[in-house]
C-alpha cells in the first residue's frame, strides 16, 4: 500500500528565503505525482504535476522534481513571499486508473 | 471553465436530520471523486466514479454515507441520518480518465452538524 510523507510538518521562513519542500513515497512504480497548494478554509489547487517519465516541472517561482528510484520529490520555492504562505501537499497515482494517495502537508509561514 | 462546482459551500444542521452534498465536475472529465478533510485525518477518499459508475467506495465510513452520480455532470453525496462527527469539509475533485489526470478539485462545503 502506497504511503506518502510531507516533511516539514510545518515551515516558517522569512520573505525572500528560497525553501525546498520534501515528499516520500513507499512505492516507486507511481505513474504521476501532484503537488498542491491549499489555503485556509479553501480547496485544493494543483501547482505542478510530473509524470513518472519525468524530472522535473516548472511553474514560475515553483520547481517541482521527482526521483522515482529513491521514492521522493521536492517541491523548490524561491524567493518567497508571504502570499506563499498555505498547506502543500504531495499526492500520488500509482497507475492511470488508480487514485491519489495524499500526503498530511506542510504548512508554510512566510513572514515579511 | 468555471472550475469544479459544488454547493451548499456551509451547511449546519442537527443530528438526525439528512444532508446532501452536490458536485457538478469540470465539462469532460469523466472521472469524479468525494474527499473529506478533518484536522485529525487529513484528507480521507470517500469514493469515486469513472463515467459515472462507483468505481471505489471503500473509503465511506458507514451505511449513512451514499453517493450517486445519474449523468456526467451531477453527483451527490449524501449522509442520512447525520452525526456530530460528520462535521468535515467535503470535497469534490474530478479529472479525466484519459491524459495526465490532473486531479481539479472544488471548493469544498464546510459541514457543521450539532
Known amino acids: 500500500k502506497q504511503e506518502v510523507t510531507q516533511i516539514p510538518a510545518a515551515l516558517s521562513v522569512p520573505e525572500g528565503e528560497n525553501l525546498v519542500l520534501n515528499c516520500s513515497f513507499t512505492?516507486?512504480?507511481?505513474?504521476?505525482l501532484q503537488w498542491f497548494r491549499q489555503d485556509p478554509g479553501k480547496g485544493l489547487t494543483s501547482l505542478l504535476l510530473?509524470?513518472?517519465?519525468?524530472r522535473e516541472q516548472t511553474s514560475g517561482r515553483l520547481n517541482a522534481s521527482l526521483d522515482k528510484s529513491s521514492g521522493r520529490s521536492t517541491l523548490y520555492i524561491a524567493a518567497s513571499q508571504p502570499g506563499d504562505s498555505a498547506t502543500y501537499l504531495c499526492?500520488?497515482?500509482?497507475?492511470?486508473?488508480?487514485?491519489?494517495?495524499f500526503g498530511k502537508g506542510t504548512m508554510l509561514l512566510v513572514s515579511p | 471553465d468555471a472550475g469544479v462546482i459544488q454547493s451548499p459551500r456551509h451547511e449546519v444542521t442537527e443530528m438526525g436530520q439528512e444532508v446532501t452534498l452536490r458536485c457538478k465536475p469540470i465539462?469532460?472529465?469523466?472521472?469524479l471523486f468525494w474527499y473529506r478533510q478533518t484536522m485529525m485525518r487529513g484528507l480521507e477518499l470517500l469514493i469515486y466514479?469513472?463515467?459515472?459508475?462507483?468505481?471505489?467506495d471503500s473509503g465511506m465510513p458507514e451505511d449513512r454515507f451514499s453517493a450517486k452520480m445519474p449523468n456526467a455532470s451531477f453527483s451527490t453525496l449524501k449522509i442520512q441520518p447525520s452525526e456530530p462527527r460528520d462535521s468535515a469539509v467535503y470535497f469534490c475533485?474530478?479529472?479525466?480518465?484519459?491524459?495526465?489526470?490532473?486531479?481539479?478539485f472544488g471548493p469544498g462545503t464546510r459541514l457543521t452538524v450539532l
Open positions: 510530473i509524470q513518472s517519465s519525468q
Open positions: 475533485a474530478s479529472h479525466p480518465l484519459r491524459g495526465y489526470n490532473e486531479q481539479f
Open positions: 466514479f469513472n463515467n459515472n459508475v462507483p468505481i471505489d
Open positions: 499526492a500520488v497515482r500509482n497507475s492511470g486508473y488508480s487514485t491519489l494517495t
Open positions: 512505492d516507486s512504480a507511481i505513474y504521476n
Open positions: 465539462s469532460g472529465h469523466n472521472s
